[in-house]
């Protein structure tokens, strides 16, 4: 006798795979971020630099001004140099002195009350000089200048350390160093800076379909080149960490262990993508877990709501999702500020611009979503035609990112929304 099972009852369709399922804990993208931050801190140890080798590193310490800049009273401008109090309104004209201030050939008698010397752009002001006038508002003769009077006490000088003063800082631990900074640490004689070693970021691909390395080939449908692993490493590279190429483990948790441990001991950090939800081929997540420090979070985010967070032998392993736009987003909201922090640079925040929509939506309450966006000639924010997570073209049609609050929202052209460049995501 056969026994009838009972009949399965699905729940209802809901025709939309971002609804927030009932009964699962969403964690609200600023908690994530808020905990990332608290107990984040940096993994590199310090070293001494020539400031010529520093570009692109962290400061570990303070850099200290050795000297003033400008370190004594100069001139702005070619002209003429003389004390104020001898001069007034009206046309004033006063004898030239023999000889000339000029930068590195300083003028080492004094200048007279009531007389001018020539001065060059960058020459210490002689004694007796506190107030330039320009070149090109004078006649003169050669052995005397006119001008037209009055003219500001200290025009055209710059005072000794206006800019910066000897001790002061120049700039603070945890800036990293630009092309611009090379030229204030020179400028203040400041030669050598203690900087953190780069951080070492491990980045690995996983999943049975993907094809790390194809050789050239035209692979077969059921194959997915791997897409993430140069994205990611790349972005490694841009933020000046170093990139370290992990490549690719299938669906098999031993082999993944056995990378995980590798990448433990060449990288500070590690980023995986694929497996980073529950399914059944989810190894990420689920080897994590088994090492027991793990942070599994569905992030009230679109797209990118699986992150896997976890220590493996100590290292810090972000599970990024499979998908090529979601592994993107959470890098870019996730991974960059932590990144950073780890590094010694402390949690960087991208800059968002208000614009005018060139879009409309109507969002819906509980992710916080990031639409790939891009500034119309205009300056209106033009949003991609799909919000689908493998559509990795809409990443490269894009410039930045629109970031939709956490709450409901309708969207109509004209109302203003956040637009995240890519530049400020260092891109
Ligand atoms: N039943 C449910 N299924 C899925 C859910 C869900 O909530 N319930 N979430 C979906 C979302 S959202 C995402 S994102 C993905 C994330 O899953 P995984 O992190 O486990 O990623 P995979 O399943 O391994 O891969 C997803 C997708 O991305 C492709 N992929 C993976 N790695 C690469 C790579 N290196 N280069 C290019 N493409 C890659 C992969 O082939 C898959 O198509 O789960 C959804 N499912
Ligand atoms: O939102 Mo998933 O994280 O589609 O890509």
Redesign the pocket.
Same mark, same amino acid.
């Given at each position: 006798m056969s026994v009838t099972p009972p009949p399965l009852t699905p729940p209802r369709l809901k025709n939309d795979?971002?609804a927030l399922p009932p009964g699962v804990d969403w964690t609200p993208v600023d908690t994530a971020l808020d905990l990332l931050r608290a107990n984040l801190s940096p993994v590199v140890d310090i070293k001494e630099l020539d400031v010529s080798d520093a570009l692109g590193h962290v400061l570990a310490h303070p850099a200290v001004a050795r000297r003033s800049n400008p370190p004594a009273a100069n001139s702005a401008v070619d002209g003429y140099g003389f004390a104020h109090a001898a001069t007034g309104e009206g046309l004033q004209t006063l004898p030239l002195i023999e000889g000339r201030a000029a930068a590195g050939v300083p003028f080492s008698g004094r200048v007279p009350e009531g007389m001018a010397i020539r001065i060059l752009t960058g020459a210490i002001l002689p004694a007796g000089v506190d107030t330039v006038v320009l070149e090109e508002d004078t006649a003169g003769d050669g052995h005397r200048i006119a001008f037209h009077g009055p003219i500001k006490m200290r025009s055209n000088t710059r005072k000794a350390g206006e800019d910066v003063i000897a001790g002061d800082v120049a700039l603070p631990a945890g800036h990293r160093l630009r092309a611009p900074d090379l030229a204030l640490l020179s400028a203040v004689g400041t030669t050598r800076v203690s900087v953190f070693r780069p951080l070492r970021l491990g980045v690995l691909?996983?999943?049975d379909?993907?094809v790390a390395d194809s050789g050239g080939a035209l692979l077969e449908v059921g194959r997915?080149?791997?897409?993430?692993?140069p994205m990611l490493l790349a972005m490694a590279r841009r933020w000046n960490h170093v990139p370290v190429d992990l490549g690719?483990v299938g669906d098999d948790r031993a082999a993944l262990a056995d990378r995980l441990d590798r990448g433990a001991s060449e990288a500070d950090v590690i980023f995986t &993508? *694929?497996?980073?939800?529950a399914?059944d081929?989810?190894h990420?997540?689920a080897l994590l877990q088994e090492a027991g420090v793990m942070q599994s979070w569905?992030i009230a985010v679109k797209?990118?709501?699986?992150l896997a967070l976890g220590l493996w032998k100590g290292v810090p392993v972000f599970?990024?999702?499979?998908?090529?736009v979601?592994?993107f987003v959470c890098t870019l909201i996730f991974g960059r500020p932590a990144l950073s922090l780890l590094a010694g640079e402390g949690w960087e925040e991208p800059v968002g611009f208000t614009v005018p929509a060139a879009f409309e939506k109507n969002k819906r309450a509980g992710r916080r979503e990031y639409l790939r966006a891009r500034l119309t000639p205009q300056g209106h924010a033009e949003v991609f035609r799909s919000e689908g &997570? *493998?559509r990795i073209s809409g990443l490269s049609w894009a410039t930045g990112l629109v970031e939709l609050g956490d709450g409901a929202r309708r969207i109509a052209p004209g109302d203003p929304v956040r637009f995240l460049p890519y530049g400020s995501f260092e891109l």
């Open positions: 795979c971002f691909s996983t999943g379909e993907i997915i080149y791997d897409a993430n692993r690719h &993508s *694929g497996g980073a939800s399914g081929e989810d990420v997540s569905r797209p990118g709501r699986p599970g990024l999702p499979g998908n090529p979601a592994a &997570s *493998g």
